[in-house]
Structure formats: structure tokens, C-alpha cells
């Protein structure tokens, strides 16, 4: 793994990095085509020795192809300072820009034993088995997952959650709410 600061985060605690509901970027690879897509709709639906989550993945997405063509796809959380790039990457279709990562300047990396390319600069990454559900993917578009692999970064995420208080502004994850508008996760209140 290259990027600094990324920590591995044990299975059963990868549904506290999605739990506040953010944006993410789906990646996904088959042979040598890979590509990745923004998604508003993505969600944690089971946690403990097998977590999973779900996404979903219109019909008209080139990275959809991917996922099911691989069986595999990536969830990563982007920031705050990568809300332009995470607008774009929702915005437009590898179908019609195939250069579509390289034009963006998105760079990838890999983990060790794991066929997915993982977006740098986000600060968290959980790798997916698809779980195929025929009919729920087809009829509404959603993608069951099993988390096999998830990271976070250390300066944003560590003993078990969160610390968006303690790091630096541009990290925070990002909420898209409509037209390239995104909220940014805000202050923690004590409950």
C-alpha cells in the first residue's frame, strides 16, 4: 500500500466508517479497463464477522459493467478538498471520456491480494465481493457487497472512529446534496 497514514481497520468495525452516511466513489476493474463514479446512495447494511454494504449503480454506468463483469468493487470516502474531483467523476462516463482517471488526475493504488484500485487521497477504502441479487440489481439498480478489506486514515480515523475535531479541515467527508452542492461533515456533538 503507498499512500501514508492509511491504517487497516479490523472487519468488524468497518461499519463505523460509513456510518455518517457520506458521498463515495465506486471503483471497480475487470482486465484492464478500471474506472471510477460517484455515489450519494450508499449505505451499511449489515456489521460484525461479515459486514456489508450497498450501493447503487445505475444501468447506464460504465463502472456498473465492471462490477459485475469482476465481481469486486471498491467504496472509498473522498474530502473535502476532493469534492471537484468527486463532482466530476459523477458527471461524467467513462463510456463517452474512456481516459476518463487520467484526464481527472486520479491515482490509484493497490493492497496485496486485492484486484482493485484504490483512490488515492480519500480516507477510508473498503474492497466488496459482490453478493449478486439479480433481481434487486436489475429492478432498483442495488448492489449488495461483502467488505473483505476496508483502511482508513490514521490522522482522520483511529481507535474505532472518527476524529474529524482533531484533523485538519480539508479531510472531512462530503455529502452531496444536489447540483455539485456538498455538505461537509461538521462538528462532533456529544449526545
Same mark, same amino acid.
Given at each position: 500500500?503507498?499512500?501514508?497514514?492509511?491504517?487497516?481497520?479490523?472487519?468488524?468495525?468497518?461499519?463505523?466508517?460509513?456510518?455518517?452516511?457520506?458521498?463515495?466513489?465506486?471503483?471497480?476493474?475487470?482486465?484492464?479497463?478500471? =474506472?471510477?463514479?460517484?455515489?450519494? +446512495?450508499?449505505?451499511?447494511?449489515? #456489521?460484525?464477522?461479515?459486514?456489508?454494504?450497498?450501493?447503487?449503480? $445505475?444501468?447506464?454506468? #460504465? /463502472?456498473?459493467? @465492471?462490477?459485475?463483469?469482476?465481481?469486486?468493487? !471498491?467504496?472509498?470516502?473522498?474530502?473535502?478538498?476532493?469534492?471537484?474531483? /468527486?463532482?466530476?467523476?459523477?458527471?461524467?462516463?467513462?463510456?463517452?471520456?474512456? =481516459?476518463?482517471?487520467?484526464?481527472?488526475?486520479?491515482?490509484? #493504488?493497490?493492497?496485496?491480494?486485492?484486484?482493485?484500485? @484504490?483512490?488515492?487521497?480519500?480516507?477510508?477504502?473498503? !474492497?466488496?465481493?459482490? @453478493?449478486?441479487?439479480? %433481481? %434487486?440489481?436489475?429492478?432498483? $439498480?442495488?448492489?449488495?457487497? !461483502?467488505?473483505?478489506?476496508? +483502511?482508513?486514515?490514521?490522522?482522520? *480515523?483511529?481507535?474505532?472512529?472518527?476524529? *474529524?475535531?482533531?484533523?485538519?479541515?480539508?479531510?472531512?467527508?462530503?455529502?452531496?446534496?444536489?447540483?455539485? =452542492?456538498?455538505?461537509?461533515?461538521?462538528?462532533?456533538?456529544?449526545?
Amino acid at each position: 500500500m503507498s499512500p501514508l497514514h492509511v491504517t487497516p481497520v479490523p472487519l468488524e468495525k468497518c461499519s463505523l466508517l460509513m456510518n455518517h452516511g457520506p458521498t463515495v466513489l465506486v471503483s471497480a476493474q475487470h482486465g484492464s479497463a478500471k =474506472n471510477a463514479m460517484a455515489a450519494a +446512495w450508499a449505505c451499511v447494511l449489515d #456489521f460484525g464477522t461479515t459486514p456489508k454494504v450497498t450501493v447503487v449503480l $445505475d444501468k447506464s454506468t #460504465f /463502472t456498473r459493467g @465492471l462490477v459485475e463483469a469482476s465481481g469486486y468493487f !471498491a467504496l472509498q470516502l473522498p474530502t473535502k478538498q476532493m469534492a471537484t474531483l /468527486t463532482y466530476a467523476l459523477g458527471s461524467e462516463s467513462a463510456k463517452d471520456v474512456p =481516459n476518463k482517471l487520467e484526464k481527472q488526475g486520479v491515482t490509484t #493504488f493497490a493492497v496485496h491480494g486485492i484486484e482493485l484500485p @484504490l483512490i488515492d487521497g480519500c480516507v477510508a477504502w473498503l !474492497a466488496c465481493k459482490l @453478493l449478486p441479487e439479480p %433481481n %434487486n440489481q436489475e429492478t432498483y $439498480d442495488l448492489f449488495i457487497g !461483502a467488505v473483505i478489506g476496508a +483502511w482508513a486514515d490514521d490522522r482522520v *480515523f483511529r481507535d474505532g472512529r472518527w476524529r *474529524f475535531e482533531e484533523a485538519p479541515d480539508a479531510l472531512r467527508t462530503i455529502h452531496h446534496v444536489a447540483g455539485g =452542492n456538498f455538505f461537509v461533515t461538521g462538528e462532533v456533538v456529544q449526545g
